[in-house]
């Protein structure tokens, strides 16, 4: 039973579009939440990370949410560009140490 | 600039035949971990070594043993392959075992007959 649950699966885009993909989280002792980055035959890479006690951050086009009390978080890509094409994973883990668990990854194509 | 280095990229195996992926990192990193990735499981953490000399199990531990050779490296040994363990296998490591940035080799893909 996975801990993180990712949606959606795969999503398509066009240019310039706004792509959203939502996590949701059962364990209330996860106070990290990364999300990676993984373009086709390579390693996941870490994109940008939030901790609970902010609701929201943003590093260029890509922006985190997170809803303490529904146990949600979610990741915005604002203007979505080809080279966004890759597939997303959201994950968490706990203070105590650098275990994190995955959600299971959405693919995102955004089309030109 | 190599970062973490896996070796073999790619592996076939029969069921039943053993192996071992290796793992080096050159950061300098306390910490070293190995993923495995299937579809639409995201990684599951198998074992990690929160600093040399140490080694825990994770999520999917059955089926596997670590060794963590030295600071630099962490292998992964298969005893008796099974078709379930067909995956593509990430080791990665971070600083130290506090929360913060993996990094990640580029991957072991291992298919199981």
């Known amino acids: 039973q996975q801990q993180v649950k990712q949606s959606p699966q795969s999503l398509i885009v066009q240019k310039g579009g706004i792509s959203i993909i939502n996590c949701a989280y059962e364990?209330?002792?996860?106070?990290?939440f990364p999300w990676y980055q993984q373009f086709p035959g390579k390693g996941p890479a870490l994109l940008i990370a939030?901790?609970?006690?902010?609701s929201e951050k943003k590093e260029g086009r890509f922006t985190i949410s997170f809803n303490k009390s529904a146990k949600q978080f979610s990741l915005h890509i604002m203007d979505s560009q080809p080279g966004d094409s890759a597939t997303y994973f959201c994950?968490?883990?706990?203070?105590?140490?650098?275990?994190?668990?995955f959600g299971g990854g959405t693919r995102v194509l955004v089309k030109p | 600039n190599a970062g973490v280095t896996q070796t073999p990229k790619f592996q076939v195996l029969k069921t039943g035949q053993s192996m071992t992926l290796q793992c080096a990192q050159d950061?300098?990193?306390?910490?070293m971990y190995w993923y495995r990735q299937d579809p639409g499981m995201g990684l599951r953490l198998i074992y990690y070594?929160?600093?040399?000399?140490?080694?825990d199990k994770g999520e999917v531990p059955n089926g596997y043993n670590v060794s963590r050779l030295n600071k630099r490296e962490f292998s992964l040994r298969l005893e008796s392959a099974a078709p379930s363990q067909t995956s593509v296998y990430f080791c990665?490591?971070?600083?130290?075992?506090?929360?913060?940035?993996?990094?990640f080799g580029e991957g072991s893909r291992l298919t199981v007959l």
């Open positions: 994950a968490a883990s706990v203070a105590a140490g650098n275990k994190l668990t």
């Open positions: 070594s929160a600093s040399e000399g140490t080694t």
């Open positions: 990665a490591s971070s600083v130290g075992f506090v929360i913060g940035e993996l990094f």
């Open positions: 364990n209330t002792a996860f106070d990290y």
């Open positions: 939030i901790r609970p006690d902010v």
């Open positions: 950061m300098n990193h306390n910490s």
